[in-house]
């Protein structure tokens, strides 16, 4: 069996103990050219800004395009083609950040993106790009923050951005049983 390299939370990148963050995919083009197949620790929603690529998720495959969105949990076998990979950010996080504070060990389950039976790990979120946007600069300028990250704040951000895909996924998902054959 090929060994799948295995990448964890950085969770002191900030100093203090971060268990949210945002990466530009530009960031990280080494790892994925040096692991185009690997697995991560961790919960991670990344959003394509660009018209092009492709992704793979445990055999599944992907065509790329501005306002995709990919879910991951952690384990899964993801697979980038490191020749064409796109433009955007991933939003990570490990459960533990969210299980403090909900106090539902089932929250992250019951989205729908995050599922054990989900439909599809990408939808497309052309229709409310401009406000998961906001979201996504809104939670990196908390991280940026110098003076203080404030955890509830990332929190309440971070789950106004699961409870928005999670609506929207539930819609793709309505849709693609309407029309069989569509690509959400």
Request: charged share 25%; aromatic share 14%.
């Amino acid at each position: 069996m090929k060994f799948i390299p295995l990448y964890k939370f950085y969770k002191n990148k900030y100093g203090e103990e971060l268990l949210i963050d945002v990466v530009s995919l530009d960031s990280i083009r080494q790892y994925i050219g040096k692991h185009p197949v690997h697995t991560l620790s961790y919960f991670d929603i990344t959003f394509i800004t660009s018209d092009n690529g492709s992704f793979s998720l445990n055999d599944e495959h992907y065509t790329l395009c501005r306002g995709d969105v990919l879910f991951s949990r952690p384990g899964e076998i993801r697979a980038w083609d490191k020749n064409d990979l796109p433009h955007g950010y991933a939003l990570i996080f490990e459960e533990e950040f969210l299980l403090s504070f909900f106090n539902d060990r089932f929250f992250i389950q019951n989205l729908l993106y995050f599922s054990r039976d989900r439909v599809s790990a990408k939808i497309n979120v052309a229709g409310i790009y401009p406000r998961l946007n906001d979201l996504i600069q809104n939670i990196i300028a908390e991280i940026n923050n110098e003076q203080s990250k404030d955890k509830h704040l990332l929190r309440a951000l971070l789950y106004e951005m699961l409870m928005l895909l999670n609506r929207e996924y539930a819609k793709a998902v309505l849709l693609l049983k309407r029309s069989p054959g569509i690509d959400i």
